[in-house]
């Protein structure tokens, strides 16, 4: 098997001696191209693709128990696993004019494991630092590269129209998206005033992209397609009207572009005097989309956008009736847990000291940080010991009956109540790759707040509870505890009145996999008996 061929199911019918040939043509490749990418800052490999198949191929390892030494790309996999905590953008400068009074102009770093690529060379070299490994130039217009001299010998990129305009220097067209160090860089094609060429820029990391667009009138489709769904690091004209004669757009009409392409950040920069004296009012608006106006010297780190990563998985499997469950891959036998599918909304929480996060589903909200709308959960959360990132949901809990959902009133922290049932990090460390007994057992440190609950699994089938362990090789056990969970749902005893909306059932022997789990299965109370 080559390593591009890695999924988990073909993963089964491999010997432990071939996984372990496997994990050693890993270590080959990362460590010859690697070495590559040292002497060319802009080599092509998809580090992300292969780090997601070494990643399944580490949890293999894990489920089956094997011995292994660990090697340097296995800290490397670890500082994937954790978002990158050295990557950051800083902000060199923000103004849209050279030489303003307010300030530098638009200028940003973009940094990543001691490499440095400068986005706009408008500021002096001495201000950049040193370590510039690559410049991208998003403009023609002189004020976006006042001082490229400045960068003699520093390999520069941008679109070929872009580079006819600019002094001789090691040039560089892009014609297919820039790599290093498991960032990927895709010029943005965008559409600025008559005879003037410009570009923005997306990066890409795992899971987080970022869209750079300094000035821009209009997009096409396919850069609007580049940028849907994205952080944004954006630059606009005037606050109420669009400037056409300068290729502008303003702020209110970059508002209307957000309602069709909802972006998960938004942060300001290349700024106008016109922004600076609405400035109360374009950050209440920015405030909306998690983001803010960019000042000078500020610096983006990924926890600062993390939050679009949103990495909670789902089942892969969906039954609707129990004797399904001999049919199904991987569920006719072994332990596993069966649990209530809560109803409310899914949530992530993160909780690192007194520094709380709470996100909803970026694709199913438009501001998914609620965070501000549960005061009462955040303070409850900052008193208990240790740090966790969880899989929970959100339930309104009236009269010991669960309703629905809506983010309109700050009052609703009072009935929300937030049920924690699995955990993805723990005191700082990832522990997806543990089964998910392991994980169970680590999230029954938490202790339960009044209005926070950690959702704990027996395996006494007499007690009352949400999540029992069971041998799904006895399937009068697996429909018994089926029916006393959605019993507690129907009737409200025990728990509130409309709890449970199915049952989930999860293999307690596998670590936990993203964005769809095939260890987990979906039994939905609509759709046949228990």
């Known amino acids: 098997m080559r390593i591009e061929e890695i999924t988990k199911e073909k993963l089964l019918d491999v010997g432990d001696n071939d996984l372990y040939q496997l994990r050693l043509r890993s270590k080959q490749f990362f460590e010859k191209y690697s070495r590559f990418e040292k002497e060319n800052l802009f080599i092509d490999v998809n580090w992300k693709d292969f780090f997601e198949k070494y990643s399944i ?27 990158g905590e050295d990557f950051q953008i800083k902000v060199l400068g923000t103004m849209a004019q050279t030489y303003s009074s307010l300030g530098n102009h638009f200028s940003l770093l973009i940094s990543r494991n001691g490499k440095n690529v400068l986005i706009d060379p408008a500021v002096h070299r001495s201000q950049a630092g040193d370590g510039i490994n690559g410049i991208i130039i998003t403009q023609a217009d002189k004020d976006h590269w006042t001082f490229i001299k400045e960068y003699d010998k520093i390999p ?8 006819d305009a600019l002094p001789p220097n090691d040039f560089h067209p892009i014609l297919k998206p820039l790599s290093f160090d498991g960032l990927t860089m895709r010029p943005i094609k965008t559409i600025h005033k008559v005879e003037t060429s410009s570009m923005g820029v997306r990066v890409d990391f795992g899971e987080v992209k970022v869209s750079i667009l300094p000035e821009f009138m209009s997009l096409t489709k396919a850069a609007k397609d580049l940028i849907v769904k994205t952080v944004w690091i954006v630059g606009v004209g005037n606050f109420l009207k669009d400037d056409a004669r300068a290729g502008k757009l303003s702020f209110k009409s970059l508002l209307k572009l957000a309602d069709e392409l909802k972006p998960k950040v938004i942060y300001l920069t290349n700024l106008r005097k016109d922004i600076l004296k609405h400035e109360e009012e374009v950050s209440l608006e920015l405030k909306k989309y998690g983001g803010r106006i960019l000042k000078e010297g500020n610096i983006l780190k990924i926890s600062d ?64 940080d609620v965070t501000d709308w549960l005061s009462v959960q955040v303070d409850e959360l900052k008193k208990m010991k240790g740090n966790f990132v969880g899989d929970s949901v959100i339930a309104i809990v009236k009269d010991n009956e669960v309703s629905a959902v809506k983010f309109d009133s700050k009052e609703l922290c009072m009935d929300a109540c937030v049920y924690v049932f699995d955990i993805l990090e723990y005191n700082g460390k990832d522990i997806t790759f543990q089964p998910l007994a392991k994980r169970k057992e680590l999230l029954n440190k938490f202790k339960d707040m009044k209005h926070v609950h950690f959702v704990r699994t027996t395996s006494d089938l007499t007690l009352d509870a949400l999540s029992y362990e069971v041998d799904l ?28 909306g199915g049952i989930i059932i999860k293999l ?23």
């Open 305 to 368: 956008i993390q939050k679009i990563a949103w990495k909670l998985t789902k089942p892969s499997y969906e039954i609707s009736e129990i004797d399904d469950l001999k049919d199904t891959p991987y569920f006719n036998k072994g332990q596993a847990v069966v649990e209530a599918e809560f109803a409310g909304v899914r949530a992530k929480i993160e909780k690192k000291g007194d520094s709380i996060n709470i996100f909803t589903d970026p694709e199913d909200t438009e501001n998914p």
């Open 508 to 530: 307690l022997d596998t670590p936990y996999e993203e964005p769809q789990s095939h260890s987990m299965l979906k039994w939905d109370a609509c759709s046949g008996d228990g």
């Open 156 to 163: 520069v990129y941008s679109m070929g129209t872009i580079l």
């Open 57 to 83: 191929l580490m949890r293999e390892f894990v489920s089956r128990v094997l011995k292994f030494n660990k090697w340097e790309m296995d800290s490397t996999l670890n500082l994937w696993l954790s978002n």
């Open 473 to 500: 090789g006895k399937p009068s056990d697996v429909k018994k505890v089926m029916n006393k969970i959605m019993g507690f749902s129907n009737k409200g005893i025990s728990f509130p009145k409309c709890i449970a």
